[in-house]
C-alpha cells in the first residue's frame, strides 16, 4: 500500500509562524509526503473580504468596512509568502476550513439572515456567498492545490448539523439537500479555478454520517470524501469508521499523529500497531490519501515536531510511501533528526513500544473515553457525559453499552485497569533511569524527568477513576447490583483521601516556570478538586440518612 496523497497538517496557531512552517516543509520533503494541509475553520475570512461585499479601498466613517483590514492585509501576504515557500520545493498546499464561515460584518449588512435571534444556514444567499468567496479566495490564490471542507461540523459560524434555526424554511430543507447544495457552490467555485474539493466527514452519530454520505455520493465524481479513522474523532480504542469503502470516489483518510486522546506528546505515547492497522484497513477500502495531523487547535505553542509523539507521524509517513517500519527503525530515524548516537535506537524503540499500554488503561476505560482529550476529567459528571454521551464508545459498538452500568465486579475490573497502568509505568520509568549507554547524557537526562512525570500522570488517572467509579456505584439508579457494603464504602472514603493528597502533592507544578503550560494543564490540581468535591457529595448520599439533607 502506498498512498499516492500523503499530507502533513497544522490545525492551529502554528500555521501563522515561518519558522514552524520550515520545520513542517523539511519533514515533509525528509518523509518523501506531498503535501502541507492548513486547517484554520476561518481562514478564508482572515485572507478574504470578501470584496464581492466589502470594499477593501472603502474610506471610513464611523467604523471600516471589515475590521482589522491591516491583520486581513498581513495574512494576506503571509499566506501567499507560505505557498511560494511550498511552491518552491513542488510541495502542494491545502486549506482546510469549516462552512459556512463569515465575517461578522456581513450580518450587519444582511439583517435578514437572523431569524428568532439565530442566523438561518438555509437562506439562498449562503450559496451565493460561498461560491464568491471560494471564487475569491482561488484567484487571489493560484498556488493552493484545493480546499478541503467540513459542511457537517457544528464548528462553522451557521450550519443544518447545529440545528439551532426553527425556521418553516429549514423545516421544508432536509440536511441532506443542505449539503448538497453548500457542495455544488464550494464545487464551481473550484472547478473554475482547476482545484480540488475536498469535503471532509464530521459526524457524532451515525445518523449524522448518512446525509453526508448519500449528499458527497450525489456531488461530481472529482469531488474527493475525506474520513477520520475512526467515527467522530481520534479516539484509539474506537472501531474503524464505518464510512470508509462506501463510496466509489476517491477516498483520504486523517489521522491524528500528536495525541489529542493520548497524551499530546507531553507524555510519550507510541501508536505504531493502531497506525499499520488503520492504514491498512484503509488501504484495503480503496483509500489513496492519508492526512496526519501535528497539533491540536485548542492548545497554542506546541506541536508533534518538539515531543516524543514526532515518532507517531515518522511512522504514518513512511507506512503511507509503503514503507515497512518497526519501533527501532523510527527511533533511529528520531535520533538522526535530534543528531544523536542511533546505537541506541533499538533500547529507545522498545521503551516506545511499552507507552500505549500505559496510557491506553490510564485515559481509556474499558476502551471507553474517560479523560477529557487526555486531561484529567474535569469532574466526576463530565466523565460519565464523555463516556455516555459526548465520546460515546456504544454509539458506534452498539453491544458495549452495558459496559457503563456500573456492579461490583465492573469497579473491581475498572480500578484494577488504572492500577495495573501505573505498575507498567513505574516498571517503565526505572528501566528509562537506567537507561544506554549509548544515550546522550542531555537526552537521558530529559527523558527521565519525561518518564517520571509520565508516572504521577498515570497515578492521577487512578485516583481520578476510583472516584468516579464509586461514585456512580454508590447511586442505586445506576447499578445492577445491590451497591457496596460498609467495607467498600470505606474503601471509597479511603480513594478520595488519595485523591486529596494527589491534589496536593501536583499543585505546586501550577506555579513552577520550568513546567510549560501543556503539563499544567495536563497535570491541573483544580480539576483533582473538581472531582474530589463531587467524590464526596456522592458518599456523603449514602453515609448520612436522606432526611439530613432535607
Known amino acids: 500500500m502506498s498512498f499516492n496523497v500523503r499530507g502533513l497538517e497544522l490545525h492551529g496557531r502554528t500555521i501563522w509562524r515561518r519558522d514552524r512552517i520550515l520545520e513542517a516543509l523539511d519533514f515533509i520533503e525528509r518523509h518523501d509526503m506531498t503535501h502541507l494541509v492548513l486547517h484554520e475553520t476561518d481562514l478564508m475570512q482572515m ?45 502542494g498546499v491545502f486549506i482546510e476550513v469549516k462552512e459556512i464561515g463569515f465575517p461578522d460584518e456581513l450580518i450587519t449588512a444582511h439583517p435578514e439572515l437572523v431569524k428568532q435571534g439565530v442566523i438561518c444556514p438555509s437562506e439562498p444567499f449562503w450559496y451565493e456567498f460561498i461560491e464568491r468567496k471560494t471564487d475569491e479566495f482561488f484567484e487571489d490564490f493560484p498556488l493552493t492545490a484545493g480546499m478541503i471542507t467540513s459542511p457537517g461540523s457544528t464548528e462553522g459560524k451557521t450550519s443544518r448539523a447545529q440545528n439551532k434555526c426553527t425556521c418553516e424554511l429549514c423545516a421544508r430543507t432536509s440536511v441532506e439537500d443542505w449539503y448538497c447544495k453548500i457542495i455544488a457552490a464550494l464545487h464551481r ?48 480504542t474506537f472501531p474503524d469508521n464505518p464510512g470508509i469503502g462506501r463510496l466509489d470516489r476517491e477516498q483520504w483518510i486523517e489521522y491524528d499523529a500528536m495525541g489529542q486522546f493520548y497524551g499530546w506528546g507531553i507524555f510519550p505515547c507510541f501508536v505504531l500497531d493502531d497506525i499499520r492497522s488503520r492504514l491498512d484497513y484503509a488501504g484495503k477500502h480503496g483509500v489513496t490519501g492519508g492526512i496526519f495531523r501535528t497539533e491540536w487547535e485548542r492548545i497554542n505553542d506546541y506541536w508533534v515536531l518538539e515531543s516524543l509523539n514526532e515518532t507517531n507521524l515518522i511512522a504514518a509517513a513512511e507506512l503511507a510511501k509503503g514503507r515497512s517500519v518497526d519501533p527501532e527503525s523510527v527511533a533511529r530515524q528520531w535520533l538522526e533528526k535530534k543528531g544523536s548516537a542511533i546505537e541506541a535506537a533499538a533500547w529507545l524503540g522498545g521503551v516506545l513500544a511499552r507507552t500505549w499500554p500505559i496510557v491506553k488503561g490510564a485515559v481509556y476505560a474499558n476502551d471507553f473515553v474517560f479523560a477529557d482529550n487526555s486531561m484529567f476529567p474535569r469532574s466526576v459528571r463530565r466523565a460519565w457525559w464523555s463516556m455516555e454521551t459526548l465520546n460515546a464508545l456504544h454509539t458506534w459498538a452498539p453491544d458495549r453499552e452495558a459496559g457503563l452500568t456500573m456492579d461490583r465486579s465492573k469497579v473491581q475490573a475498572l480500578i484494577a485497569e488504572k492500577q495495573k497502568a501505573l505498575d507498567l509505568a513505574r516498571q517503565l520509568a526505572g528501566d528509562v533511569k537506567a537507561g544506554h549507554t549509548a544515550l546522550d547524557p542531555d537526552l ?97 448520599l449514602v453515609l448520612v440518612p436522606s432526611s439530613d439533607h432535607a
Open 47 to 91: 485572507v478574504t473580504y470578501p470584496r464581492s461585499y466589502f470594499d477593501p479601498h472603502a474610506l471610513w466613517t464611523s467604523a471600516p468596512t471589515r475590521r482589522g483590514e491591516n491583520a486581513i492585509e498581513n495574512n494576506r501576504i503571509y499566506l501567499d509568502h507560505v505557498l511560494q515557500l511550498a511552491h518552491n520545493r513542488n510541495i
Open 444 to 540: 537521558h537526562t530529559e527523558l527521565i524527568e519525561l518518564f517520571d512525570r509520565f508516572v504521577l500522570y498515570v497515578e492521577g488517572f487512578l485516583y481520578c477513576g476510583a472516584a468516579c467509579f464509586y461514585s456512580r456505584w454508590v447511586d442505586q439508579e445506576r447499578r445492577n447490583d445491590t451497591g457496596p457494603d460498609a467495607g467498600e464504602l470505606q474503601d471509597f472514603k479511603d480513594w478520595l483521601a488519595r485523591l486529596e493528597a494527589f491534589g496536593q502533592r501536583i499543585r505546586p507544578i501550577a506555579t513552577e516556570a520550568r513546567y510549560r503550560h501543556q503539563v499544567v494543564m495536563l497535570m491541573d490540581y483544580r480539576r483533582i478538586a473538581d472531582v474530589l468535591r463531587e467524590g464526596r457529595q456522592a458518599l456523603d
Open 189 to 236: 467555485a473550484t472547478k473554475r479555478h482547476g482545484k480540488r474539493l475536498v469535503v471532509r466527514d464530521f459526524a457524532y452519530k451515525p445518523e449524522d454520517h448518512e446525509p453526508l454520505i448519500k449528499a458527497v455520493e450525489k456531488s461530481p465524481p472529482e469531488v474527493v470524501f475525506c474520513l477520520k479513522v475512526t467515527p467522530h474523532d481520534f479516539y484509539v
